[in-house]
């Protein structure tokens, strides 16, 4: 399958819902690229639709207006080439950590057996998971549950990571490891990453790109390229250019 | 030590109602009110006695077939009113409206159609419990959390495939947990369907004791019944716990 860049495209998209008979508009006129290979950050305040736009792409809600094309195919309802992965109930308890990423495996593209296990130990292997494959999600902390809900999704082999805030419930050091695996294994995969987040320095820090969801309907009012991406860890101490784009989000959002 | 603490509890909880029981019988002196020492003195008889075992196999006999036609039937139809709204909009106006019959309204009715024999009785049981564990099994399903068939579908399962691998085992503690609670239910209907008529079954023996006034045995019968029902009970846990081991390191279970 050959992938071209600009091979997420989001076009003069709306989606809402019915309250009581009556449409709410929650995105309106929402217009975003993300290349393969490219992390794209979308940021806003609670409420502005970040996690709506992510499940939208994912086809769990319907579209009102406009289109998602993926891969030069229009986005129509759920699918693997979407992988999203949620902040909260994000493992399925009832399987084990190598159970949850195998189910992943088993849903991609190639299910041989020896694929699938070959899958499986490299995901367990570059999560860091591999010592806990047969622990249950409920003897893992938060950050861990997070390792397997990223691999378990990566298993399935998406052309598109989907990341609904998923550093959101985790303690600072926690976020700061996850934020550097996020780095890492974004490093050995091909797809793109569209991460929703509320942290600024955290999208300043790992994304390609940083969209800014505002007004009400939401719409994208504001993208920066982020000069040299991951070109450090530390979002407490960003790099120069890195600092200057995280300064302008911040200024715009406090403006709104 | 758990289990020992947890044994010393039902005991001290017994100990507890054994001791009113034989306040108010001794306050009350009256025949029909068998105080703690001559129920005491009937128990060993009636527990040693082999017909009492015939006849709680006769008895669980029914439960099983009655109940286990109900979870046959009440799971597939409560996926169903989950998943697909115009099944749901069809089906459970009729079910709310049969919920709300007290069963033993239904004992003419069934005994008119279907006889006097245990086919009754298996069809009392299975009024008695199918209608309320179709909503409560709808409500297990609505319990959890959407994320996890959200999650499901974003890998690209769907239909059977996410009824089978996802949306049955995220609720099959609640699910097993539903089964535990309503099997006491139909252990109580089966009763109420002994009662009326029967030639066997722990609820024939209840009657019998009761029409010679034989208050002693009756409340002995009263205790084998609720020891059957400890039993049954822990039985069920167990058997969740050892069907879902991923329950056993979850606090919140």
């Known amino acids: 399958m050959t992938r071209k860049n600009n091979f997420l495209e989001i076009q003069d998209l709306s989606v809402g819902y019915y309250e009581e008979d009556e449409y709410v508009d929650v995105l309106s006129k929402v217009y975003l690229s993300c290349n393969v290979h490219e992390i794209v950050a979308i940021i806003g305040k609670s409420g502005s639709g970040k996690t709506t736009l992510l499940k939208a792409i994912a086809g769990l809600i319907p579209i009102r207006d406009g289109k998602v094309i993926l891969d030069g195919k229009l986005v129509i309802g759920s699918a ?34 020896e694929v699938v ?30 390792r397997v809900a990223i691999a378990r999704t990566l298993a ?101 | 030590m758990r289990i020992i603490r947890s044994i010393g509890w039902i005991i001290a909880s017994m100990i507890l109602v054994i001791a009113i029981w034989d306040g108010v019988a001794h306050i009350t002196n009256s025949p029909l009110m068998p105080t703690a020492r001559n129920i005491g003195k009937v128990l060993p008889k009636v527990i040693i006695n082999k017909d009492t075992y015939l006849h709680l196999i006769a008895s669980i006999i029914l439960v099983l077939k009655g109940f286990g036609l109900s979870i046959i039937i009440a799971l597939p139809t409560s996926i169903l009113c989950f998943r697909l709204k115009i099944y749901s909009r069809i089906v459970l106006p009729s079910h709310e409206f049969i919920r709300y019959i007290p069963v033993p309204a239904f004992v003419p009715l069934c005994a008119v159609l279907f006889g006097i024999g245990d086919l009754t009785k298996v069809i ?39 009824i089978y691998k996802i949306t049955i085992p995220a609720s099959l503690s609640n699910l097993l947990n539903t089964v535990r609670i309503t ?3 139909a252990w109580s209907y089966l009763l109420v ?40 009970d822990n039985i069920l846990k167990f058997a969740r716990i050892t069907i879902c081991p991923w329950l056993k390191n979850d606090k919140k279970k």
């Not at chain 1, 902040?87 to 041989?112: H, M």
């Not at chain 2, 369907?193 to 079954?201: F, I, K, L, P, S």
Request: aromatic share 8%.
């Open chain 1, 80 to 113: 693997r080439e979407r992988g999203l992965v949620f902040q909260e109930y994000c493992v399925f308890p009832w399987l084990t950590v190598r159970g949850n990423i195998e189910l992943g495996s088993k849903c991609g593209a190639d299910t041989r057996p």
């Open chain 1, 117 to 146: 296990k070959d899958e499986v130990e490299r995901l367990l292997k570059s999560t860091g998971l591999l010592e806990h494959q047969y622990k249950w999600p409920s003897q893992l902390s938060g950050g861990m549950q997070q």
């Open chain 1, 156 to 256: 399935a082999d998406p052309l598109l990571l989907l990341l609904d805030e998923p550093f959101g419930a985790l303690d600072a050091i926690t976020r700061l490891q996850m934020q550097e695996l996020i780095q890492s294994i974004f490093e050995e995969i091909k797809q793109g990453i569209l991460l929703v987040t509320h942290d600024i320095r955290e999208a300043a820090l790992i994304a390609d790109k940083v969209a800014l969801l505002s007004g009400s309907p939401a719409t994208t009012s504001k993208v920066w390229n982020v000069p040299n991406p991951r070109s450090s860890t530390n979002p407490l101490k960003l790099p120069p250019e890195q600092e200057r784009v995280a300064t302008e989000i911040f200024t715009l959002i406090k403006a709104e």
């Open chain 2, 124 to 162: 009392l049981i299975f009024i008695g419990t199918y209608f309320q564990l179709v909503f409560i099994f709808i409500s297990d399903f609505l319990t959890t959390p959407k994320e996890f068939e959200e999650s499901a579908r974003t890998l690209g399962l769907k239909g059977l495939k996410l």
């Open chain 2, 183 to 185: 099997f006491a239910w």
């Open chain 2, 193 to 232: 369907a002994e009662v009326v008529n029967a030639t066997r079954g722990i609820g024939y023996l209840v009657i019998q004791s009761y029409r010679v006034l034989n208050m002693e045995r009756l409340v002995v019968l009263l205790i084998v019944i609720g020891i059957f029902g400890i039993l049954t």
